[in-house]
């Protein structure tokens, strides 16, 4: 069936086609849920919290713009209001002193799941700036009107989250290299 009927059986609440469009994009929003949320179990919460939210306003969808591109504000947005909903640190550094932090690419390399763990380790707001403006291409200005934050604190997230990335990163080489001469 195509995806243009499917959103009609699904805005008449046909369960049947619910199911199929849950089985048809699961995957691909879950991925995505992965990105915003701390861990596995956080993900899968967002990834069934975003599909009660599009099959209740799916009728808002008017076929304008990509359906997935849709499904994804949502799962994003989910994500981003749970955020919301903890109390936060005030994480702000001073702007002079941010620079872009260059991480090096060594010979040594590593799996997605690695480096999607070392994103899921970040602080939350840290987490998601980086995302939003690393993996998804928002800008600041953007990004500072999602979160309710400055575009300075927005920049300084980025910011702390790349020099966070970098130690992770330089750290697991620096015990790679050491394992390779121990074992050389």
């Known amino acids: 069936m195509d995806t243009k009927k499917l ?14 469009l ?15 949320c701390k861990n596995y179990s956080e993900a899968e919460d967002n990834l069934q919290d975003s599909f009660i939210t599009i099959f209740k306003k799916i009728n808002q969808y008017n076929f304008k713009g990509s359906f997935e591109g849709w499904m994804k504000r949502i799962t994003i947005n989910k994500a981003i209001d749970k955020y919301k909903k903890t109390p936060l640190l005030d994480l ?7 620079a872009d932090v260059k991480i090096e690419t060594e010979t040594f390399n590593f799996s997605l799941d690695e480096l999607l763990a070392y994103i899921q380790e970040l602080p939350d707001r840290y987490r998601l700036v980086f995302n939003l403006y690393e993996l998804d291409e ?3 200005k953007e990004i500072a009107r999602m979160l309710k934050i ?7 997230n980025l910011h702390r989250a790349k020099v966070i990335l970098k130690g992770k990163i330089t750290s697991r080489n620096k015990n790679l290299k ?7």
């Open 22 to 36: 849950f089985h048809l994009y699961r995957d691909t929003l879950f991925a995505l849920s992965l990105k915003y």
């Open 92 to 98: 702000r550094l001073n702007e002079e002193k941010i």
């Open 138 to 140: 928002y800008s600041h």
């Open 150 to 156: 400055s575009e300075g604190t927005s920049k300084s």
């Open 7 to 20: 959103i009609k059986k699904c805005q008449k609440n046909n369960r049947k086609a619910q199911s199929e």
């Open 178 to 184: 050491k394992i390779m001469i121990n074992n050389g």
